[in-house]
């Protein structure tokens, strides 16, 4: 019993049942109490308390996408930025970028997105119009990006690209291969290349 007031399994387990409580806990201070009842009333935090406990404790629901999640996207870059910062004592994940514009209109074309992180420089998206290509700038794109993570202390990269797309380019400027996975369509991979910088 609680203050005169029995405690059921079903109502340990719900806020209503709590509230309940509540009431007739304020009900029996009321009746045996006198004044001193209204200063010992119970409070509305502790069936807050007891609603934000119950939903910690609660699973949260899981379920798939395909749609862009930008909220998503952020909340969980955060979360594992703030992990790992958290591990090694400092911040260090900055994107790397090298843009290519159009010296007319001033419109990105192509480029590189990346980022370096705890010493690795790590390269995402490389691309050139077909205009573009053939000319050595994708070679310059590369130097630069890799300067730059020199700069920042990284001493390695790591890419991967698809078998139809560029390894032998990204071989060519000292890349090599360290993996290597089948995909679609039939003849196809994926192909994992790193660069030591030192």
Same mark, same amino acid.
């Given at each position: 019993?609680?203050?005169?007031?029995?405690?059921?399994?079903?109502?340990?387990?719900?806020?209503?049942?709590?509230?309940?409580?509540?009431?007739?806990?304020?009900?029996?201070?009321?009746?045996?109490?006198?004044?001193?009842?209204?200063?010992? @009333?119970?409070?509305?935090?502790?069936?807050?308390?007891?609603?934000?406990? @119950?939903?910690?404790?609660?699973?949260?629901?899981?379920?798939?996408?395909?749609?862009?999640?930008?909220?998503?996207?952020?909340?969980?870059?955060?979360?594992?930025?703030?992990?790992?910062?958290?591990?090694?004592?400092?911040?260090?994940?900055?994107?790397?970028?090298?843009?290519?514009?159009?010296?007319?209109?001033?419109?990105?074309?192509?480029?590189?997105?990346?980022?370096?992180?705890?010493?690795?420089?790590?390269?995402?998206?490389?691309?050139?119009?077909?205009?573009?290509?053939? @000319?050595?700038?994708?070679?310059?794109?590369?130097?630069?990006?890799?300067?730059?993570?020199?700069? @920042?202390?990284?001493?390695?990269?790591?890419?991967?690209?698809?078998?139809?797309?560029?390894?032998?380019?990204?071989?060519?400027?000292?890349?090599?291969?360290?993996?290597?996975?089948?995909?679609?369509?039939?003849?196809?991979?994926?192909?994992?290349?790193?660069?030591?910088?030192?």
């Amino acid at each position: 019993m609680l203050f005169g007031v029995p405690r059921s399994d079903q109502d340990r387990h719900s806020a209503e049942g709590l509230g309940n409580h509540l009431d007739q806990m304020n009900a029996w201070l009321d009746a045996n109490c006198g004044a001193d009842g209204e200063r010992h @009333r119970a409070v509305p935090w502790i069936l807050t308390s007891f609603k934000e406990h @119950r939903s910690s404790r609660m699973d949260p629901i899981l379920r798939v996408s395909s749609a862009p999640e930008p909220d998503a996207e952020r909340i969980i870059g955060d979360g594992l930025n703030a992990f790992n910062d958290a591990t090694v004592g400092y911040a260090d994940q900055v994107p790397l970028h090298v843009l290519v514009s159009d010296p007319d209109s001033g419109e990105i074309v192509g480029g590189i997105t990346g980022r370096t992180s705890l010493g690795l420089m790590f390269i995402d998206l490389v691309y050139l119009p077909e205009t573009l290509r053939g @000319r050595d700038i994708g070679t310059r794109m590369m130097a630069l990006a890799e300067e730059e993570a020199r700069r @920042r202390g990284c001493r390695a990269g790591v890419l991967y690209t698809i078998s139809f797309q560029a390894p032998e380019f990204y071989k060519r400027l000292g890349w090599r291969v360290f993996g290597e996975i089948p995909c679609e369509p039939p003849g196809t991979s994926r192909v994992f290349l790193t660069k030591y910088f030192h």
